[in-house]
C-alpha cells in the first residue's frame, strides 16, 4: 500500500509538469521556446502523433507507438499522466475535494456503447479523408482551443498591466503584445466546451474521457489487452462502495465486484484509499475473465455497434453535407473578388501544400495561432467548408505573414504544416494579391498612396503613372501572398487590395534585382 502511494505521488508530479508545459508552450506570448523544445513536449500527444502515421512520420510518430506500447502494459495511463485535458479535469475535481465538496462519482451502465460509437464514427470519418470530427473531440486540441480563446487574452491583458505600470517607473523590461481575438462562432463554441467540461467534471468526474473522447475510446481497447489491471478480489470484497466513490472515470461498481479496465484512467484513487479488507490492488492477474474473452466480447460490442454507426451517419454527417452543398458553404468562387467579405477562398499557413492536406491533417489545436509573432493567423468559420471549422487560416487585419518567419511550421505538431526553410519560404506562394481599382484612394480621392508597393517585400506591387497618378499594379509572378499591402492599405473596412488564398500552393519566381551602375567616386560630391 506504500508503495501505492508513493506511485500515485509520482503520477500526480508528473501529471502537474505535463500539465504546465504544455500551457506555457500555448501561452508564451514572447515566444521564447525553442521549436525544437516544442516539438519534443508535443510529442505525447496521441492524436497529432496518430495524424503523423499516415503523414510526416519521425518523432511525433514515435509518440503514438510509445503511448500504444504503454498503454498494452498498464492500460490508460496516458490519460492520468500525460493528457493536459484529462489533468485539468483531475485539478477541477481535486479543487472541489478541497472545497469540501462531496463528489460520489458511480459507474454509468446505460452508455457503454456510446465511447466506440464515437470511436467508429472518426475513424470513418478519417477513411473518409475528413478530420474535423476528431479535431472537435480531441482533447489535446480543445485544450490548446481553451488556452489560447480563454486565458492566453487574460494572460497578455495582465502582461499589458505591469507593462503600463512599469513604465512609470522607466522600466522597460516588459514589452505591450496585441491581443489576437478569435472571431465570435469560434469563441462561442471554445467557451461552450470549456464551461461543458467544467459542468460535468464537477458532476461525473471524467465522464467526457470515458464516454466521449476518442483517444480515450483508442485507449480503453488496447488496454483490455494490457498485462497490469487493476482487479477486485471478490472472494473478500464486502462491497462497502469505498473504492466506487473516489473513482473519477466511474469504472467501479462495488455491488458486481468489478473493475472496467477500459474506462479506468490509472489515477490509482482507489488503491491509495484504504480497503477495510485489502480486495483491490495493481496485479498482473487476468482474473475472472480471461484476455482471450475479453477480446470476444470486444468483437461482438463492436459488431454490434456497426448498425448505430451506420444509422448515426445517415442521420449526421449525410445532412451536414446536403446543407454544405446546398448553400455552398465549401466552394470556391472567384466571381466577386471585389467584395471582401464575399470571399471564399482562404490562405492556409504556410507548410500546409494545399487545402486538402491541411484540412485532412490540421485537428485546430490553435498551436499556429498562438506561436505566430504577427497575429495573422486565426481561426476560421466556414471558410474551408463547414466540415472544416475551427482550422487556422491567415487574415492581415493586425498584421502580415513575415518573409522569413517559419515558426507555425516549426511548432506543428502533427504535419499539417510542414517543416519550410527560411530561403523557400521567401518563394512560397501562399495566395495571390488582387487590386481592386474602384476602392483605391488614388482613384476615389486622386491623391498618391503607394502604401501597398512600399510594404511588397518581393515588390510584386508596383506603381505605374495613369492621368499624372501613380496605380498600383500586381505582378502575381512573383507575388508570395503575404498580405503586406493589405495590411498597408488606408482603405478602411474592404480593402483596395487583398490576398486571395491558393487552393494548392505554387512557387513564386524570385524578384529581380536591379543592378545600381557603379558610382564614378571622383564626380560624386554628395553635397
Given amino acids: ?70 498503454s498494452l502494459l498498464v492500460g490508460r ?46 475513424i470513418l470519418a478519417l477513411l473518409l479523408g475528413n478530420i474535423q470530427l476528431i479535431s472537435l473531440l480531441d482533447p ?33 523590461t516588459l514589452q505591450p503584445i496585441d491581443v489576437n481575438y478569435a472571431n465570435l462562432p469560434v469563441s462561442i463554441f471554445v467557451f461552450l466546451f470549456f464551461f461543458i467540461i467544467i459542468g460535468l467534471s464537477s458532476v461525473k468526474g471524467r465522464f467526457f474521457c470515458t464516454h466521449i473522447c476518442p483517444v480515450g475510446s ?46 479506468c484512467v490509472m489515477c490509482l484513487n482507489c488503491i491509495s484509499t484504504k480497503c477495510p479488507v485489502d480486495s483491490i490492488a495493481l496485479t498482473n492477474k487476468k482474473g475472472r475473465m480471461s484476455v482471450k474473452k475479453q477480446l470476444k466480447i470486444g468483437e461482438k460490442q463492436d459488431k454490434g455497434n456497426l448498425a448505430r454507426r451506420t444509422a448515426i451517419q445517415t442521420l449526421v454527417i449525410s445532412p451536414l453535407l446536403l446543407v454544405e452543398n446546398a448553400f455552398g458553404l465549401n466552394s470556391i468562387s472567384k466571381t466577386d473578388k471585389e467584395e471582401f467579405k464575399k470571399r471564399i477562398v482562404p490562405i492556409s499557413p504556410p507548410g500546409s501544400l494545399n487545402h486538402k492536406h491541411f484540412t485532412e491533417s490540421c485537428t ?8 505566430c509573432p504577427s497575429n495573422v493567423i486565426k481561426p476560421s468559420l466556414t471558410e474551408y467548408g463547414l466540415q472544416a471549422a475551427m482550422l487556422p487560416q491567415l487574415t ?18 502533427n504535419g499539417a504544416l510542414l517543416p519550410v526553410s527560411k530561403e523557400e519560404k521567401k518563394t512560397l506562394q501562399i495566395g495571390i494579391a488582387h487590386f481592386v481599382r474602384e476602392k483605391c484612394v488614388v482613384i476615389t480621392d486622386g491623391t498618391d498612396c503607394g502604401a501597398c508597393s512600399e510594404h511588397c517585400p518581393t515588390k510584386a506591387v508596383n506603381m505605374v503613372i495613369e492621368n499624372e497618378l501613380f496605380v498600383p499594379v500586381v505582378d502575381e509572378s512573383i507575388c508570395i501572398g503575404c498580405g503586406a499591402c493589405e495590411y498597408a492599405c488606408p482603405v478602411s473596412g474592404e480593402k483596395a487590395i487583398f490576398i486571395e488564398g491558393n487552393t494548392i500552393h505554387k512557387l513564386a519566381k524570385k524578384p529581380k534585382i536591379e543592378k545600381l551602375e557603379p558610382v564614378n567616386q571622383e564626380e560624386y560630391f554628395p553635397f
Avoid at 521564447?32 to 492524436?47: H, R, W, Y
Wanted: proline share 3%.
Fill in 364 to 371: 485546430a489545436c490553435f498551436l499556429c495561432v498562438n506561436a
Fill in 140 to 172: 489535446y486540441s480543445n485544450f490548446g482551443r481553451i488556452l489560447t480563446v480563454v486565458l492566453k487574452p487574460i494572460v497578455i491583458g495582465a502582461n499589458n498591466l505591469i507593462y503600463d505600470g512599469l513604465l512609470h517607473f522607466e522600466n522597460y
Fill in 1 to 70: 500500500m506504500k508503495d501505492i502511494r508513493l506511485l500515485k505521488k509520482l503520477r500526480v508530479i508528473l501529471a502537474m509538469l505535463a500539465l504546465s508545459l504544455m500551457s506555457v508552450v500555448f501561452l508564451d506570448i514572447y515566444h521564447l521556446i525553442p521549436e525544437k523544445f516544442v516539438g519534443i513536449i508535443l510529442s505525447t500527444q496521441l492524436a497529432p502523433s496518430f495524424i503523423n502515421l499516415f503523414k510526416a512520420g519521425g518523432i511525433v510518430f514515435t509518440g503514438f507507438v510509445v503511448i500504444t506500447v504503454i
Fill in 77 to 122: 495511463i496516458y490519460c492520468s499522466t500525460l493528457c493536459p485535458l484529462g489533468i485539468f479535469m483531475d485539478v477541477l475535481i481535486a479543487v472541489k475535494r478541497k472545497l469540501r465538496t462531496k463528489l460520489n462519482f458511480k459507474k454509468t451502465k446505460s452508455l457503454q456503447f456510446l465511447p466506440y460509437v464515437i470511436l467508429g464514427l472518426v
Fill in 396 to 413: 492581415n487585419k493586425k498584421g502580415y505573414c513575415n518573409l522569413e518567419c517559419t515558426r507555425c511550421t516549426d511548432v506543428c505538431p
Fill in 218 to 263: 483508442y485507449l480503453g481497447l488496447t488496454s483490455k489487452l494490457s498485462v497490469f489491471k487493476i482487479n477486485i478480489d471478490s472472494n473478500k470484497c464486502i462491497s462497502c462502495g469505498k473504492c466506487e466513490r473516489v473513482c473519477k472515470a466511474g469504472c467501479i461498481s462495488a455491488k458486481d465486484k468489478k473493475v472496467d479496465f477500459s474506462k
